[in-house]
């Protein structure tokens, strides 16, 4: 026989539901979840955004017997915020409401993502500066490619390291780039852990990127299809 009496478990209520959802989709990016004019940032991105951006956190309704942290900005002034969390080597995940649910819940999606090496703006890209983003590749310690591309110019470089201080050359080189953004295949990610360039925070941290996405001919596609040619013998 049932327990009348028994107090009924708290959960969530559908709209934060529907917001873990897809911030489980994106778990290393601040998502900004668009509420009507702003965007609104919850849980563990609430905390963290309000003490980066130095805004109010505050806290809404959810379905749990706490209030889930919130805190938010005004969608017309999200390009300032945004730049402010990428300049300090953070991602985020633009989520917008796309139309309503049968005239209940808009629905929503992320529509961009945002890195510290894709965020650039007219004030930027004005001045005389670099501005890199690098890719780093390789299949053991003692061999090391390293391409970096500015996207204020296009322009395109690569570069292989060898021999035993391998990636003691690739720091080298990055101190002198200074790239935004650097992402690289498991193995490098795996072994940018020792180097001194990472753990002083003098370059950013590097950013696990699928290892088909490093492999030869998809990135050999890639670039091709990029620069509109048909042979990689026109690229010096």
């Known amino acids: 026989m049932k327990d009348e009496n028994k107090t009924k478990e708290p959960k969530l209520s559908a709209m934060m539901q529907k917001y873990k959802e897809k911030k489980a989709e994106y778990p290393d990016c601040i998502m900004f979840y668009r509420l009507g004019d702003f965007y ?21 309704d959810c379905g749990l017997d706490e209030r889930a942290p919130m805190c938010g900005v005004p969608y017309h002034a999200a390009d300032l915020y945004i730049s ?9 995940a633009i989520c917008e409401q796309l139309g ?43 061999i090391v490619g390293l391409s970096w591309i500015d996207l204020s110019t296009g322009e395109f470089y690569i570069q292989q390291f060898s021999g035993e201080d391998a990636f003691s050359k690739l720091s080298d080189t990055l101190v002198s780039i200074m790239p935004r953004e650097i992402i690289a295949d498991k193995n490098s990610y795996f072994f940018s852990s020792n180097l001194q360039c990472i753990k002083l925070g003098v370059v950013p941290a590097f950013s696990n990127f699928e290892t088909t996405n490093f492999e030869f001919l998809n990135a050999k596609d890639t670039l091709l299809n990029q620069i509109h040619e048909k042979s990689l013998s026109k690229i010096h």
């Open 84 to 92: 402010k969390l990428t300049d300090l080597g953070y991602k985020v």
């Open 40 to 60: 609104e940032m919850f849980f563990e991105d609430a905390i963290l955004a309000s003490k980066l951006l130095e805004i109010t956190l505050t806290g809404r």
């Open 100 to 142: 309503q649910n049968g005239g209940k819940l808009f629905e929503r999606d992320v529509v961009r993502i945002v890195t510290p090496g894709t965020m650039m703006d007219e004030a930027q890209l004005s001045t005389n500066k670099n501005y890199f983003i690098a890719g780093v590749s390789s299949e053991n310690t003692n």
